[in-house]
């Protein structure tokens, strides 16, 4: 096919959505993706249990590994306060170059800055760069191996503080189970999962919530 999959996704959302309406353009990927071609976006049962999770927390600094098309950095920077920001990372240019134009098209971009580039590299210098004292909120959601030494780069580079909330998509489907074995064994954090569905299918997955305690 001459367009990739996040490029069509991306026609979807001029086609569908309401420019500068957040939540036309969420269900606009949800109903293309869900009808038309599946695609890694969490999806609209998680993004629920998201939605939640992000509105009790309430953070002011948010980070998100692994932005993919832009679908839950939308779903995440249209529940922040004013003010608040969203840090989201992606390693692939093809995929943050559509990202871009769906935040764009959503009217987020002033909450939310798409840092290119490997989450090991990018951690360290998020203080130096971006200012960030540390993160009150991590959605992990980019590459399952990623999410256990991402987290101790997180804990090693004073990013999380006492209260920060880790949220991790699919640690069952494909499943991280040395994420799980990580945050459920260790004494520095209180983890809870929340059953759901793998996005836009009838499979299991879910959400690892885990609070870091300091
Ligand atoms: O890699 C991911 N990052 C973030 N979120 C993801 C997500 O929400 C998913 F549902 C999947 C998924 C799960 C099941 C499946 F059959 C296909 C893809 C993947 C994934 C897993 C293995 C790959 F080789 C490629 C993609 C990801
Ligand atoms: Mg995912």
């Not at 256990?148 to 780069?153: A, H, Q, R």
Request: overall charge neutral.
């Amino acid at each position: 096919t001459r367009t990739s999959r996040p490029q069509r996704i991306l026609k979807a959302v001029q086609k569908n959505a309401t420019k500068g309406d957040p939540e036309s353009v969420i269900s606009a990927i949800d109903h293309y993706c869900r009808h038309k071609e599946w695609a890694m976006n969490v999806g609209d049962d998680k993004g629920l249990i998201l939605d939640s999770v992000l509105t009790e927390v309430n953070p002011s600094t948010a980070l998100e590994l692994g932005t993919y098309c832009g679908y839950s950095t939308v779903r995440i920077a249209r529940l922040l306060s004013p003010g608040s920001k969203l840090i989201t990372v992606e390693f692939n240019p093809a995929f943050a170059a559509v990202a871009r134009q769906i935040i764009a098209y959503a009217g987020l971009q002033d909450k939310i800055t798409l840092v290119e580039g490997p989450s090991g590299d990018l951690i360290p210098k998020m203080k130096e760069r971006f200012g960030i004292k540390s993160f009150d909120f991590v959605f992990l959601d980019h590459w399952k191996d990623r999410y256990e030494p991402d987290t101790k780069l997180l804990e090693d580079c004073g990013l999380l503080k006492k209260g920060t909330v880790l949220l991790a998509d699919n640690v069952i489907c494909p499943g991280t189970p040395e994420y799980l074995k990580y945050v459920r064994n260790s004494p520095r954090y209180e983890s809870r999962y929340y059953k759901s569905n793998l996005e836009y299918s009838k499979v299991e997955d879910g959400l690892e919530k885990s609070v870091f305690l300091g």
